[in-house]
């Protein structure tokens, strides 16, 4: 069965660092999505992404972070100038219909 | 967008049903019901989706009655590996949606 892929499974950084996270959707799957969990707490949407570009964005999505594809198969999550509060586990989902998405398995990001 | 209510914790133990019941009266006509699972340090996992009625796949059922302002998801003869958080969701089917997740229930299946 078909499944997202997320590369590093963990991620340690220095806050004011930048840190790209990678994500390779289903290959069928026309819908991008970044969420992030911070521990303890929700999953919140970050950003949506379709056509080769953003669809839908979170206020949490702001001026810090950008998405890109840069090829037929990966799907990027750029966080400039990381902050303590980046800290999070960051899920990429994919998908072609609203409510039913797949998750990857997550980068754990630790900003120290 | 619909918000939803669900209990904070259950608990059951092996081989039991268990039935998770989400409130959501002000859903619109064009939302539809998806219950996803998350394990610990795992991202959530579709589990099933509906409109109305009942709907049946190979983990679990769904059950939506008539007005649909509430849903049940019902899980048959739980095991401990189905120990995780089951979020309850409702929303626009049109594609590229995001999702909102609540607080979810979690539930603790004991041997």
């Known amino acids: 069965e078909p499944e997202v892929t997320q590369t590093p499974s963990h991620q340690v950084t220095q806050m004011g660092q930048e840190v790209i996270l990678r994500c390779v959707p289903i290959s069928n799957h026309l819908y991008f999505y970044w969420y992030r969990q911070i521990l303890g707490q929700k999953v919140e949407f970050l950003v949506s992404?379709?056509?080769?570009?953003?669809?839908?964005k979170s206020e949490i999505f702001d001026d810090q972070f950008s998405v890109e594809r840069p090829d037929g198969s990966n799907f990027t999550l750029k966080i400039r100038s990381t902050k303590l509060e980046d800290s999070a586990m960051y899920f990429c989902?994919?998908?072609?219909?609203?409510?039913?998405?797949?998750f990857g398995p997550g980068t754990r990001l630790l900003v120290l | 967008l619909a918000k939803t209510t669900q209990p904070i914790s259950m608990d059951s133990y092996e081989g039991q049903e268990v039935n998770i019941t989400c409130s959501h009266n002000?859903?619109?006509?064009?939302?539809?019901i998806t219950w996803y699972q998350q394990f610990p340090s795992q991202g959530p996992r579709f589990i099933i989706q509906?409109?109305?009625t009942k709907v049946t796949n190979e983990v679990a059922s769904l059950f939506i009655p008539a007005d649909r302002k509430s849903s049940t998801l019902s899980l048959p003869r739980v095991s401990l590996s189905d120990t995780a958080v089951y979020y309850c969701l409702v929303g626009d089917f049109n594609a590229g949606n995001m999702l909102t997740f609540g607080g979810g229930t979690r539930l603790m299946v004991k041997p």
């Open positions: 002000n859903i619109a006509t064009n939302d539809y």
């Open positions: 509906g409109y109305k």
């Open positions: 992404f379709y056509n080769n570009e953003i669809s839908e």
């Open positions: 989902a994919s998908g072609n219909f609203g409510q039913t998405q797949y």
